[in-house]
């Protein structure tokens, strides 16, 4: 049988309204009154809105999407590819940036679970939110890491970084700056840097620095790699996307350093608009189209309650400028 509110309501003894407002996260409610809420949710398997939905004798046929920010071109990209995909198919989207928030990002969790959606595709980069355990929705993340019940769906990082070592190395540098947002959980991404340092562990001096995942870098965030890149005659650089890596191309040859002649900059992520606009960046492509038809049919499988399938990494290319 299905749980309704009061029953949630009864099992942890507040008000109809109190359940209410704890899912809606609505008005100043104490922690203990809230961990009860959820406790009794856990318990009784309550997903917000079930009834509604099952007395409607149909899907809400919404879809949730929640992604660090949509400013990134290549997730303004997959965002884009989601939407049409899940479109053809009769469903709409709820999208919401979580800006890298972790209270920003719980309100929203509990915003799509009370909106009725059948399921998320989430690429948050709040690492160990306590929400995505609890969560009875269906979910499914993209190259990150959020629970062990939660599926992954991943391109082949690691052959990624890979790649960009070797193509520094093959164009001489030998003094390398790798520029990370590694924050040292088990997220798939994280094995693109590991890639990147075997490819050049034994033909180059590599040095790292662990950087904010922030869209776009403030100017003096800029000047002191500049400045560092100056100071210790780095050669190349591998930027964590393609935004950091343009920032630097733009900032070294205002500072009259020639790039590619004398620093090689690469990115990672190879959006169609970055292609189009900067095609002198090297950059790791990853095939957007792939990664959203399998983020969605993940996803609809565990909406189906089916046993997802074990699926290969998806492959990333090396796109090197003509």
């Not at 959980?185 to 075997?198: C, V």
């Amino acid at each position: 049988m299905v749980a309704k509110l009061n029953d949630v309501a009864e099992l942890a003894g507040v008000s109809v309204t109190t359940v209410s407002r704890v899912i809606n996260n609505y008005g100043s409610l104490s922690k203990k009154t809230i961990d009860k809420v959820h406790a009794a949710m856990r318990e009784l398997r309550y997903q917000p809105n079930a009834m509604a939905r099952s007395l409607q004798g149909k899907s809400s046929q919404f879809i949730g999407l929640i992604f660090p920010n949509i400013q990134n071109p290549f997730f303004t990209a997959l965002t884009n590819e989601i939407e049409q995909l899940l479109f053809e198919k009769g469903y709409k989207v709820i999208i919401a940036t979580s800006a890298n928030n972790i209270e920003k990002e719980q309100q929203y969790l509990q915003m799509l679970a009370a909106n009725q959606v059948e399921g998320i595709i989430t690429s948050s980069h709040n690492l160990d939110i306590a929400t995505y355990k609890d969560t009875f929705l269906p979910i499914v993340s993209y190259d990150r890491y959020l629970s062990d019940n939660i599926p992954i769906v991943s391109e082949d990082n690691y052959r990624g970084g890979y790649l960009l070592g070797e193509y520094l190395v093959s164009k001489g540098a030998k003094k390398l700056l790798m520029l990370s947002d590694d924050d040292h959980s088990n997220s798939p991404t994280t094995k693109r840097y590991q890639g990147f340092s075997d490819a050049v562990s034994e033909h180059s001096h590599l040095t790292t620095q662990n950087r904010s995942s922030n869209i776009i870098s403030t100017k003096d965030d800029i000047e002191m790699i500049v400045n560092y890149v100056v100071a210790e005659d780095i050669d190349g650089i591998f930027a964590y996307n393609d935004i950091m890596a343009i920032q630097l191309q733009n900032a070294l040859r205002d500072a009259n350093i020639r790039v590619p002649e004398d620093v090689i900059v690469v990115g990672y992520d190879g959006s169609p608009i970055v292609q189009l606009l900067h095609p002198d960046l090297p950059t790791i492509i990853q095939p957007i189209q792939q990664a959203a038809q399998r983020l969605i049919d993940t996803l609809f499988h565990e909406i189906d309650n089916q046993v997802s399938t074990e699926f290969s990494m998806l492959p990333v290319t090396l796109y090197v400028p003509k």
